[in-house]
């Protein structure tokens, strides 16, 4: 296309469709743009996407939103990590914060002493050096102090929110800044002649619609980047086999906690995310080793408070579309591909992957290396998040079920099999292009699930053993002082003024 692209169609809306759109009309404001999203109000969403990651923070400040007024419209409440029960063993829990752990001791890295401590009898738990999970583990919350001067006060958060509620306050957003909604169902697609790209859609309502650029936000059908492009789909089931997840809602109980809750049960996993008026629910599971009918009872068994909502069953297959862009088609959330809901990532996903939507389409131009590049890019992305989440199932030493049995047993990647290798060694980690978790991330799983490096680097003298000691202890209770100082969730949630 030699043209700038002067139209732009979305087609979905939910969370993925009115993020994209928010986020095009505050990148081209003021471009001879226009900006239209189409959607059915027949047409259900999925809607069950309420955990993110540390990235919405960026997307809320990119799109000029105040944080407060998010928080308001969305019922969010704030998020410091996830905490994993039963996923080793069953009775035994570890958390995963959005933050790293402890500081240098004399520039020499810090897990590096740490290891070489218990490697030589001293027993500090990885826990203890981190101001987050420490924060969590007393359902505190304190925003960061951005100022601080020591690496133990710095952290990261993000958000649990209503996800209809969001995707309607991004509607408003973006409707105020030029974007046109159409109500309707698309009934054909129309291709062009010359190269296969797609030329228009067909509405129920309001009949052919052409556009320069079109963004499949159609969830896991794929309108148009599949049943239309034949673009074909990477299957990962493989390696992670859950393929189903019921969901539901009930009321809270108690002060929300401000982290996801994820609990391994016989076929997968169950998730609790407390929102400001209720509580999300969903049981993660491969549909080889239960039923329907039995996931819904265990859920329902499970969920304390009152159920708000049925138990709805989604079905999916893991795995990643082989083009999120393919021409002038390009697909975001559902429809580009989904890895699972574990470590909240699809809303993560569908940021990353605007950003690179607008940053390779540049001055509203489609060329063909630019889009092999960002094809290129998410696919690394997308195989990186991959193998994250394959260490949650590979690592496990339960044996009360076949499911965990043939988790731990499975065959895995080469790319997750040499992280692996190289950290049980000597604690060494592997970092791959486009990870979108990092060495922290990767320390709280391996720690979680007692994967010890077989030897430290020996980088203290022993002799200078017992003065780390000490400096490790000052460490633990600096953090514990810091604790002490932040109100409980609730409360700070009070404080910003929300009842």
């Given at each position: ?112 002493c740490w290891l070489q401590l218990y490697k030589n009898g001293y027993q500090h738990k990885l826990e203890d050096f981190c ?369």
């Open positions: 296309m030699n043209q700038p692209i002067q139209k732009i169609v979305i087609v979905g809306g939910g969370t993925a469709g009115w993020m994209t759109a928010a986020s095009l009309a505050k990148r081209y404001a003021g471009k001879q743009l226009t900006i239209e999203l189409i959607e059915s109000d027949a047409i259900g969403t999925v809607g069950v996407g309420e955990a993110t990651v540390p990235g919405m923070r960026m997307y809320i400040r990119d799109l000029e939103i105040k944080e407060l007024d998010f928080i308001k419209a969305t019922n969010a409440t704030f998020k410091l990590g996830i905490e994993f029960k039963d996923w080793y063993n069953i009775g035994h829990s570890f958390f995963h914060p959005f933050a790293g752990y402890g500081a240098p001791i004399n520039d020499l890295d810090f897990y590096q101001l987050s999970l420490q924060l969590a583990k007393q359902n505190r919350f304190a925003q960061p102090d951005l100022d601080a001067d020591t690496l133990l006060a710095r952290y990261n958060y993000a958000y649990h929110f209503d996800a209809s509620l969001f995707a309607k306050f991004l509607r408003n957003y973006a409707e105020q800044r030029g974007v046109k909604r159409t109500e309707g169902k698309i009934t054909a697609v129309n291709l062009k002649d010359d190269d296969g790209s797609i030329k228009s859609v067909v509405v129920d309502t309001q009949g052919e619609i052409p556009a320069d650029l079109f963004i499949d936000c159609s969830g896991f059908r794929g309108l148009l980047i599949e049943e239309t492009m034949k673009t074909g789909y990477e299957d990962w089931s493989e390696w992670l086999q859950c393929d189903r997840a019921v969901a539901l809602q009930s009321t809270n109980v108690g002060e929300p906690i401000p982290y996801t809750r994820s609990t391994a049960l016989g076929a997968g996993w169950q998730w609790n995310i407390p929102l400001q008026h209720r509580t999300g629910n969903g049981y993660v599971y491969c549909s080889r080793h239960i039923s329907d009918d039995e996931a819904i009872a265990a859920l329902r068994n499970n969920v304390r408070g009152e159920h708000l909502t049925e138990p709805r069953v989604i079905k999916f297959v893991a795995g990643i579309r082989k083009k999120f862009w393919n021409k002038n088609c390009v697909a975001l959330g559902l429809a580009s591909g989904f890895i699972e809901p574990l470590e909240s990532t699809s809303i993560s996903l569908v940021q990353t992957g605007i950003d690179k939507l607008i940053v390779f389409l540049g001055n509203l131009l489609i060329d063909p290396a630019q889009v092999a590049e960002a094809n290129r890019l998410n696919e690394a992305e997308y195989s990186r998040i991959r193998d994250f989440i394959i260490l949650h199932y590979k690592a496990n030493q339960r044996s009360d079920t076949q499911f965990w049995r043939d988790m731990r047993n499975m065959k895995i990647p080469d790319s997750l099999q040499e992280k692996i290798n190289s950290f049980k060694s000597n604690g060494t980690f592997v970092e791959y292009e486009r990870e979108s978790f990092l060495e922290s991330s990767w320390l709280s799983l391996y720690n979680g699930f007692n994967i010890i490096p077989d030897k430290s680097k020996n980088i203290i003298p022993l002799t200078d053993l017992p003065k780390v000691d000490h400096l490790f202890k000052k460490m633990s209770h600096a953090i514990q002082l810091g604790v002490g100082y932040a109100p409980s969730h609730q409360a700070f949630l009070r404080d910003m003024g929300i009842e």
